[in-house]
């Protein structure tokens, strides 16, 4: 039982095409994180959020950019796609220091 | 420097026997907490036990357990009994300081084969 969604699954995509990644969840999380992972490697952290209007870079990074204008709603937006955007994108959530992150199922991004 | 180190990119293991996973960590912080995640080749990250710095008896999850070594800055993942479906990434990640920072670095991962 899902309660942080990411949509799409899997996306196809042509270069220089501007795409939104969603994610959502219903837990009334505060702290949101968008991370990076390359096929069998580790993931590395793009985006995160500790509440609504709030926005950091991560330890990777990035040319995407994020929003957090709701508290369930942290979109994720590549202007202009490249190849070396090609990865999973893994969106999670979490609510106090010793619970864990809760991950959405990740979207899976192919810049052709 | 890396912060989680997973040195075993590999690891194989026949079913119903234990197994153990390697994890250490660096930091100097007095509060961190640490967490193992399963990934399956579908790629969704599964939550599986935590250990906080301050807990002083290794945490347990059924099957699952977690060997802290405080002083050796270890936190290895047991999995007993092993099952077929037990094969995955599995990634070690720990979480410092305390109060509203909240970021999760992860290890490099482990890919867990179980032979039937």
């Known amino acids: 039982e899902a309660d942080i969604y990411q949509t799409p699954r899997y996306l196809v995509i042509g270069t220089g095409k501007k795409i939104t990644l969603e994610c959502s969840q219903t837990?009334?999380?505060?702290?949101m994180y968008w991370y990076q992972q390359d096929p069998g490697m580790e993931l590395h952290l793009i985006h995160y959020?500790?509440?609504?209007?709030?926005?950091e870079k991560g330890d990777l990074s990035s040319e995407s950019t994020v929003s957090r204008i709701r508290t369930e709603h942290f979109p994720l937006t590549l202007e202009s796609a490249r190849p070396s955007h090609t990865s999973q994108y893994l969106c999670?959530?979490?609510?106090?220091?010793?619970?864990?992150?809760?991950f959405g199922n990740g979207t899976r991004l192919t810049v052709t | 420097a890396q912060k989680i180190t997973q040195t075993q990119p590999g690891m194989f293991v026949q079913e119903k026997e234990a197994v153990t996973l390697d994890c250490t960590y660096d930091?100097?912080?007095?509060?961190?907490?640490l967490f193992w995640y399963k990934q399956p080749s579908s790629g969704e990250m599964i939550f599986l036990i935590y250990?906080?710095?301050?807990?002083?008896q290794n945490a347990t999850e059924g099957r699952y357990s977690l060997n802290f070594q405080k002083a050796r800055k270890s936190a290895n993942l047991v999995i007993s009994a092993s099952q077929l479906g037990d094969s995955a990434m599995y990634f070690c990640?720990?979480?410092?300081?305390?109060?509203?920072?909240?970021?999760?670095?992860f290890g490099k991962g482990t890919l867990l084969t179980v032979n039937p």
């Open positions: 250990q906080g710095s301050y807990d002083e």
């Open positions: 837990m009334g999380h505060d702290k």
């Open positions: 990640a720990m979480r410092e300081g305390q109060g509203s920072n909240y970021k999760l670095t």
């Open positions: 930091t100097s912080d007095q509060s961190y907490g």
């Open positions: 959020s500790y509440g609504v209007n709030s926005t």
């Open positions: 999670a959530s979490t609510q106090i220091g010793n619970s864990p992150l809760h």
